[in-house]
């Protein structure tokens, strides 16, 4: 059986995305004897038609030329479209394209055009397959893991498979074998394992320092170790604690009881959480994880180009303005 000349590969699994575009170019690497020139185009920077172009042009360097166009949902323009159907109609000889995007759906004559059974769509692992992920990738390794440290990774990785497997992996070499990484464990890796980090941005934002908030939040992003969603949801985790403890302290529980009641050991971590309960008070840190939450959806909403600007403004009514917005944001 022939295989198809070009792929609809959508849906937000990551890992199990890539998994199969690297099974893909091994096959053809058989098929060949050699493996395929590979490419990879975006709708922002490189028109349809010029990939279309490549691809009926064959490849000068090898036997097959495979191309992987991201972003495929923002395919959308009648004329576009038209040129990708007509060409999906008639495909290149010795070529495949793999029309990606982490989107379900594109525009259904494009959808209609791709070859029966070279349409794909690879869901996230629902919550409970995660963990149970996580836990079996450990105990394969030699190391097992808590269930609050698993909450804790879930919630600073992506919600892939591939970006899981590589924030296991160094968590394995960071600790080695044998070890039961716990919640703390993890809170010392990502504090130690990056300059800038969704640890030292609460930091500052503990301090109430705004312009050094500002700073560690573009320092992350440069960096590009994290999005603004995974910082969002690390802030969250540790808003919720920090209200935690001052929910705590207000019932007359010694400071000590309260580190140890929230598992808080760290002597770094006590003088961040010290300064938050400080400068904000019980009403601050309420509108704040309502703050939060508000942020974290838009974000999910809007391009990522944009995700800096909102990260600012989230920063800016948290920090200064302690979880009072002035009026609804939209985008």
Same mark, same amino acid.
């Given at each position: ?22 099974? &893909? ?6 098929? /060949? ?7 990879? !185009? !975006? ?9 279309? #172009? ?17 972003? #495929?949902?923002?395919? @959308? $323009?009648?004329?576009?479209?038209? &040129?990708?159907?007509? /060409?999906?109609?008639?495909? #290149? ?17 494009? #959808? =209609? ?18 963990? +149970?992920?996580?836990?079996? !990738? ?38 080695? =074998? ?7 464990? *993890? ?16 930091? $500052? ?23 603004? *969603? ?15 403890? @001052?929910?705590?302290?207000? +019932? ?13 050991? +760290? @002597?770094?971590?006590? =003088?961040? %959480? ?10 601050? &840190? ?24 909102? &990260?600012?403004?989230?920063? %800016?009514?948290?920090? *200064?303005? @302690? ?5 609804? !944001?939209?985008?």
């Amino acid at each position: 059986m022939t295989e198809p000349r070009a792929y609809l590969l959508l849906g937000p699994e990551a890992g199990e995305k890539g998994a199969f575009i690297d099974s &893909l170019k091994d096959k053809i690497a058989e098929r /060949y004897g050699e493996p395929p020139e590979v490419s990879v !185009y !975006y709708p922002f920077e490189t028109p349809i038609g010029e990939v279309i #172009a490549l691809l009926r042009n064959g490849s000068l360097f090898a036997r097959h030329r495979l191309i992987s166009y991201r972003d #495929a949902h923002e395919i @959308k $323009r009648k004329e576009e479209v038209s &040129l990708l159907v007509d /060409y999906l109609g008639s495909p #290149a000889a010795d070529t495949t394209l793999l029309l990606v995007s982490d989107e379900t759906q594109v525009d259904k004559r494009i #959808a =209609k055009a791709i070859p029966g059974g070279a349409s794909k769509i690879f869901w996230e692992m629902f919550e409970n397959r995660k963990r +149970s992920w996580i836990a079996s !990738y450990f105990a394969h390794e030699g190391l097992t893991i808590s269930p609050e440290a698993t909450e804790l990774l879930l919630d600073l990785v992506e919600n892939n498979t591939r970006d899981m497997r590589l924030e296991c992996e160094r968590l394995v070499l960071f600790f080695g =074998k044998g070890k039961r990484i716990e919640l703390g464990d *993890v809170e010392t890796y990502i504090y130690h394992s990056r300059e800038e980090n969704v640890f030292t941005l609460f930091d $500052r934002i503990a301090d109430g320092d705004f312009p050094a908030s500002l700073s560690t939040l573009n320092s992350i992003l440069l960096s590009g170790e994290g999005n603004g *969603v995974q910082l969002i949801a690390g802030l969250l985790w540790q808003f919720r604690r920090l209200l935690s403890a @001052k929910s705590l302290l207000a +019932s007359r529980f010694g400071s000590e009881e309260v580190w140890m009641k929230l598992g808080i050991r +760290s @002597k770094r971590s006590q =003088k961040s %959480y010290a300064a938050g309960l400080s400068n904000y008070s019980l009403d601050d &840190l309420r509108r704040i994880i309502v703050l939060v939450a508000h942020y974290d959806a838009r974000l999910r909403t809007v391009r990522s180009d944009l995700q800096p600007l909102l &990260l600012e403004l989230f920063l %800016y009514y948290c920090v *200064v303005r @302690k979880g009072l917005e002035a009026e609804p !944001y939209r985008v």
